[in-house]
């Protein structure tokens, strides 16, 4: 798999993330020698070899179901650029 | 029953699987401590880590993942001991993490079976695909104002279940029939309230049309309905414009579609062209979910009698009809108020007082079964008055409106109006002799040969008796006197 100029575009556009145009060339140089590194691990053999998700040997910690958190409106809209009786206020996004 | 549409070009068949969201009973989110109530003020039931801060993290819930399990085996379906959850990467303003996490390579819940009963009394097994455990978005409000929307993350983080259908449904009202039984079964089970008006079971139904035989269609996906009725809807806009597109040569475009309450059609969301581009992959903050068979085994050793096996019990012990019971078994509600009402009586006269009289009364009244001013056990009282033979069939439909009207027993009101059943042989013969008097020109027919006049004069003396006669009685000495 090779990323080119227009992949680069379209996963920044994923991503939201601004690129200029004269930087894309230069990124999926980058992105294709990172993707290279992992073919090259694909050659090791991994027949047999249980998928590994944590090197730590732990367990998904689990929670009760109680009520322990929220009520905090005025802190988790504290940061919101516009807010309004307790909403966040965001440019009109309707479908 | 033949489910083909027909069209200009000859028949064609539906195609319909659907997506349902049902929000998890819980006291708390899947993610986070934060309360899953209905109804509390804007942000309110938020924490920083529905909210995305950085640098919190997701600890599940364990009650959800019990939850989820429970809905499994009531699905009749592969429980999966380990699952993973992945991130759905997509950027929207109710949806502050940037991705929803949900499970999508490995749900906690594989193949399972939902089996629907039609009107015509057939009935179709459909398939489940899978079950999987994910977080709800936050609401958007679009009215408030001319050029912002207003969010609110209440919901941000609550556990949904989606369950997925195969495309095994034909119509409808299959489809219909399958999200009102899917709903019968969550609420048996507990795992969901069902509660569509407060969004907590919303379904996406994919829809495509084919010629018999040929290979699928394309389809397309409707969102988020949270009504039988629109669900209902929906399909048959789609079935009509989808035949109506392709009949004069055009293609149907796989598409996401939204559902028009005010127009009842559907209409293509703006296009984004990289709506479909989740790039889902492990989420690096939850590990696998494992879970035990031993644990798979308690909850299942927990599971209530669901409504399919109740109706098969109703059916098999009590000699109901298929239909009835479906009708009894459809709410938990309705099947225990029954239940109570039939023990140790006539099972099939009770459930003909249910489905008939109550449930008639109720729905002219407006009301639920849980707001019946006739209890269970009133309304057992009454049918035994009937079947001991205190009163009438017809009487007993009087007593019953008077009972719902006032939350009166049936005893004390044939008590208070004398409407006790006339099993007396001299009241009952003074009547058919007063019948026989006035209409003896009928008796003369009726001699000749007129058979058929027999009802009529069971009619005459049931009304002069102000319907209070035995019409057992009546028969027997009607005959003997005519003879």
Same mark, same amino acid.
């Given at each position: ?95 | ?11 064609? %068949?539906?195609?319909? /699987?659907?997506?349902? &969201?049902? @929000?998890?009973? =819980?006291? +708390? ?5 934060? *309360? ?97 455990? %994910?977080?709800?978005? /936050?609401?958007?409000? &679009?009215? @408030?104002?001319? =050029?912002? +929307? ?5 919901? *941000? ?97 796989? %598409? ?228």
């Amino acid at each position: 798999m090779s990323v080119d100029n227009n992949t680069v575009k379209k996963i920044a556009r994923l991503a939201r993330i601004h690129v200029d145009e004269d930087r894309r060339d230069a990124l999926a140089g980058e992105l294709n020698a990172i993707l290279s590194w992992i073919e090259e691990l694909e050659t090791v053999d991994t027949d047999n070899v249980e998928p590994l998700a944590s090197v730590t040997g732990h367990s998904l910690p689990i929670r009760d179901d109680v009520v322990s958190d929220g009520n905090k409106q005025e802190q988790v809209i504290a940061n919101a650029p516009e807010t309004t009786s307790g909403f966040f206020v965001v440019p009109k996004v309707v479908e | 029953m033949s489910n083909l549409v027909q069209g200009q070009t000859g028949e064609w %068949e539906v195609v319909i /699987g659907m997506e349902v &969201h049902a @929000q998890v009973t =819980s006291h +708390s989110k899947l993610f986070s401590g934060s *309360s899953t109530a209905f109804g509390a003020g804007p942000n309110q039931n938020v924490s920083l880590v529905d909210a995305a801060m950085p640098g919190m993290l997701p600890v599940i819930n364990g009650a959800c993942v019990r939850q989820a399990i429970k809905t499994g085996l009531g699905l009749k379906a592969e429980i999966n001991l380990t699952s993973v959850f992945d991130r759905k990467n997509y950027f929207y303003a109710d949806l502050p993490q940037g991705y929803q996490i949900s499970q999508f390579k490995h749900p906690i819940v594989g193949e399972g079976v939902l089996t629907i009963e039609l009107s015509d009394g057939s009935s179709h097994a459909i398939g489940i695909e899978r079950l999987h455990l %994910e977080q709800d978005a /936050g609401k958007s409000l &679009h009215d @408030q104002h001319p =050029s912002k +929307s207003y969010i609110d993350l209440n919901r *941000s983080g609550v556990a949904l279940m989606e369950i997925v259908s195969k495309p095994d449904l034909r119509s409808a009202e299959q489809a219909g029939a399958y999200i009102k039984k899917l709903r019968s079964i969550l609420r048996y089970l507990g795992t969901c309230d069902g509660n569509m008006e407060e969004g907590s079971l919303r379904a996406d139904v994919n829809v495509s049309v084919r010629k018999p035989g040929a290979p699928l269609g394309t389809r397309t996906e409707t969102k988020n309905l949270n009504s039988v009725r629109f669900i209902m809807q929906t399909i048959d806009a789609e079935v009509e414009r989808q035949i109506e597109v392709i009949e004069d040569g055009g293609e149907i475009f796989q %598409e996401t579609r939204l559902f028009d309450t005010s127009t009842g059609m559907t209409r293509a969301m703006r296009s984004k062209e990289d709506a479909h581009d989740y790039r889902y992959f492990p989420d690096p903050d939850l590990l696998p979910l494992s879970v035990t068979q031993d644990y798979v085994d308690e909850i299942a050793a927990e599971l209530p009698e669901l409504p399919d096996d109740i109706r098969m019990r109703m059916v098999d012990e009590y000699g109901l009809s298929s239909y009835d019971a479906g009708v009894l078994t459809e709410e938990r509600e309705t099947a225990l108020f029954y239940e109570t009402a039939s023990a140790g009586r006539d099972r099939k006269i009770v459930a003909n007082w249910m489905s008939v009289e109550l449930f008639g009364a109720l729905n002219k009244a407006g009301k639920i079964l849980a707001e019946s001013p006739v209890s269970p056990a009133a309304l057992g009282e009454l049918v035994d008055l009937i079947t001991q033979g205190t009163i009438s069939g017809r009487i007993a439909k009087d007593v019953f409106a008077e009972m719902f009207e006032t939350g009166e027993a049936a005893a004390s009101i044939i008590e208070s109006k004398g409407l006790k059943q006339v099993s007396d042989t001299g009241a009952i013969e003074a009547l058919i002799d007063k019948v026989i008097a006035e209409n003896q020109d009928k008796v003369d027919e009726y001699r000749g040969g007129k058979d058929k006049l027999f009802g009529f004069f069971v009619g005459q003396t049931m009304k002069l008796s102000g319907g209070q006669a035995n019409p057992g009685m009546v028969n027997q000495m009607l005959k003997d006197k005519l003879k």
